[in-house]
């Protein structure tokens, strides 16, 4: 109801800081897109009753405080953990607790060291502001306040010790929600966790002048794992003709593709049809032919080959993000549009070796596309005479 929500803004906003230290995080930004993110989710939280809820890196405890006061009296009977590296930060957050009436178990430790196998499959709810500021690897760890923002390498070094321990304590149900940054690489961050069998997605995202933050809200999908031995469930069989031809003579070496295929759902038995309508109609979620152009597509592209795709919101892009990854292939959207009836996306996929790789050394970077893919496609650009003087963007990545 929005009445409620509008008094639970107040409440949350009523969150006073009672108690700080020269050497603890003071509630910023990230602290306020978190617990808005949480916010915009409290049906759902409520929904979930969390039966254990914890918080990695507490700080001021402004977050773990604002979840419990969110939640209130509906979360009867759970229980609340918070853990920080900094013993100041534990005191800091018992101060913040006890003048707004609530309680939690306070731990001063490296995230939840100590207590992996008292928690382990338990954690309903976790959430994360970590430390993820792009610094010397150095710095990471290190006494004081730069605890609280240094992340070391792409400010992924603390992310990354903390994601397989997030894994070890949530259970089936449970959910994570995370704080990062563009410069974290959040979107190779839900790569990561989607092999391990979590689906994600941004729940807030606020771009402030000096950083754009993502918080992201992971929880366990069946159907991932499911995927995994049957990756292209929808497609049906490419039919015998041209492309079974084409196939043969250029397996392996196309080197761009590009394809706006008919992505309209409609019925089955529009699909294919004589006329216009092929250009459109897609069947059942727009995917009939999408799903019978990816495997071809495959067959086609070279190593370092590229496919663009226009996809529509009908028709899962992640979902085809992920059947695609599963294949060896990264993606991201390159352009997103969208008009009253609908809103597209222009689908990039590329070979990635990291990804094959990943599957068995799960926390690596994904590198950058090759320079020479970029000045490959520029020169192919370049010999087709009707991009004249087009001024043509591309990306490394
Ligand atoms: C960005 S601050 C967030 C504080 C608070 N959660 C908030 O949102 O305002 C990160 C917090 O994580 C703590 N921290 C850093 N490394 C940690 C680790 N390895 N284990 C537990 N806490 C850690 C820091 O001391 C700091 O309090």
Same mark, same amino acid.
């Given at each position: 109801m929005p009445g409620n929500s509008f008094e639970m803004s107040y409440k949350i906003a009523q969150?006073?800081?009672v108690s700080s230290h020269p050497e603890v995080y003071e509630p910023c930004d990230d602290s306020f897109a978190l617990v808005d993110a949480l916010l915009s989710d409290r049906n759902n939280l409520l929904e979930l009753k969390p039966m254990l809820c914890m918080e990695v890196g507490?700080?001021?405890g402004y977050v773990i405080t604002s979840l419990m006061l969110m939640l209130g009296e509906e979360a009867n009977g759970a229980q609340f953990i918070a853990t920080d590296i900094n013993h100041h930060a534990i005191k800091v957050t018992q101060e913040t607790m006890e003048a707004h009436g609530v309680y939690a178990e306070l731990i001063n430790t490296d995230i939840a060291s100590g207590l992996e196998n008292r928690l382990a499959g338990s954690v309903d709810l976790l959430v994360v502001n970590p430390p993820y500021v792009p610094t010397p690897?150095?710095?990471?760890?290190?006494?004081?306040?730069a605890s609280a923002w240094a992340g070391g390498e792409n400010g992924r070094s603390v992310i990354d010790k903390i994601l397989p321990v997030a894994e070890k304590l949530l259970s089936k149900r449970g959910w994570l929600y995370m704080v990062t940054l563009t410069a974290n690489n959040p979107s190779q961050i839900c790569r990561q966790m989607m092999k391990k069998g979590y689906a994600s997605k941004i729940v807030v995202q606020r771009s402030t002048v000096e950083e754009s933050l993502h918080i992201i809200k992971f929880w366990k999908d069946n159907d991932i794992e499911a995927d995994? #031995?049957?990756?292209?469930?929808n497609s049906k069989a490419v039919p015998l003709g041209i492309v079974d031809s084409v196939q043969n003579r250029l397996a392996g070496s196309v080197d761009l593709l590009v394809v706006n295929p008919p992505y309209v759902p409609t019925?089955?038995?529009?699909?294919?049809?004589?006329?216009?309508a092929s250009a459109w109609a897609g069947g059942e979620n727009g995917r009939s032919v999408i799903d019978k152009i990816l495997p071809v597509a495959e067959k086609l592209l070279s190593k370092r080959g590229w496919l663009y795709m226009v996809t529509l919101t009908a028709n899962n892009p992640s979902q085809i993000c992920r059947q695609m990854m599963k294949k060896g292939y990264a993606s991201k959207i390159v352009v997103q549009r969208s008009t009253v009836e609908e809103s597209l996306h222009i689908i990039k996929f590329w070979k990635d070796n990291d990804i094959e790789a990943d599957? #068995?050394?799960?926390i690596t970077n994904s590198k950058a596309v090759p320079l020479g893919i970029v000045d490959s496609v520029r020169s192919q650009i370049q010999r087709l005479s009707f991009w004249g003087s087009c001024d043509i963007n591309t990306t490394t990545n």
């Amino acid at each position: 109801m929005p009445g409620n929500s509008f008094e639970m803004s107040y409440k949350i906003a009523q969150i006073r800081l009672v108690s700080s230290h020269p050497e603890v995080y003071e509630p910023c930004d990230d602290s306020f897109a978190l617990v808005d993110a949480l916010l915009s989710d409290r049906n759902n939280l409520l929904e979930l009753k969390p039966m254990l809820c914890m918080e990695v890196g507490c700080g001021s405890g402004y977050v773990i405080t604002s979840l419990m006061l969110m939640l209130g009296e509906e979360a009867n009977g759970a229980q609340f953990i918070a853990t920080d590296i900094n013993h100041h930060a534990i005191k800091v957050t018992q101060e913040t607790m006890e003048a707004h009436g609530v309680y939690a178990e306070l731990i001063n430790t490296d995230i939840a060291s100590g207590l992996e196998n008292r928690l382990a499959g338990s954690v309903d709810l976790l959430v994360v502001n970590p430390p993820y500021v792009p610094t010397p690897e150095d710095e990471v760890g290190r006494e004081g306040i730069a605890s609280a923002w240094a992340g070391g390498e792409n400010g992924r070094s603390v992310i990354d010790k903390i994601l397989p321990v997030a894994e070890k304590l949530l259970s089936k149900r449970g959910w994570l929600y995370m704080v990062t940054l563009t410069a974290n690489n959040p979107s190779q961050i839900c790569r990561q966790m989607m092999k391990k069998g979590y689906a994600s997605k941004i729940v807030v995202q606020r771009s402030t002048v000096e950083e754009s933050l993502h918080i992201i809200k992971f929880w366990k999908d069946n159907d991932i794992e499911a995927d995994t #031995n049957d990756v292209i469930t929808n497609s049906k069989a490419v039919p015998l003709g041209i492309v079974d031809s084409v196939q043969n003579r250029l397996a392996g070496s196309v080197d761009l593709l590009v394809v706006n295929p008919p992505y309209v759902p409609t019925p089955e038995d529009e699909v294919g049809r004589e006329g216009i309508a092929s250009a459109w109609a897609g069947g059942e979620n727009g995917r009939s032919v999408i799903d019978k152009i990816l495997p071809v597509a495959e067959k086609l592209l070279s190593k370092r080959g590229w496919l663009y795709m226009v996809t529509l919101t009908a028709n899962n892009p992640s979902q085809i993000c992920r059947q695609m990854m599963k294949k060896g292939y990264a993606s991201k959207i390159v352009v997103q549009r969208s008009t009253v009836e609908e809103s597209l996306h222009i689908i990039k996929f590329w070979k990635d070796n990291d990804i094959e790789a990943d599957t #068995n050394d799960v926390i690596t970077n994904s590198k950058a596309v090759p320079l020479g893919i970029v000045d490959s496609v520029r020169s192919q650009i370049q010999r087709l005479s009707f991009w004249g003087s087009c001024d043509i963007n591309t990306t490394t990545n």
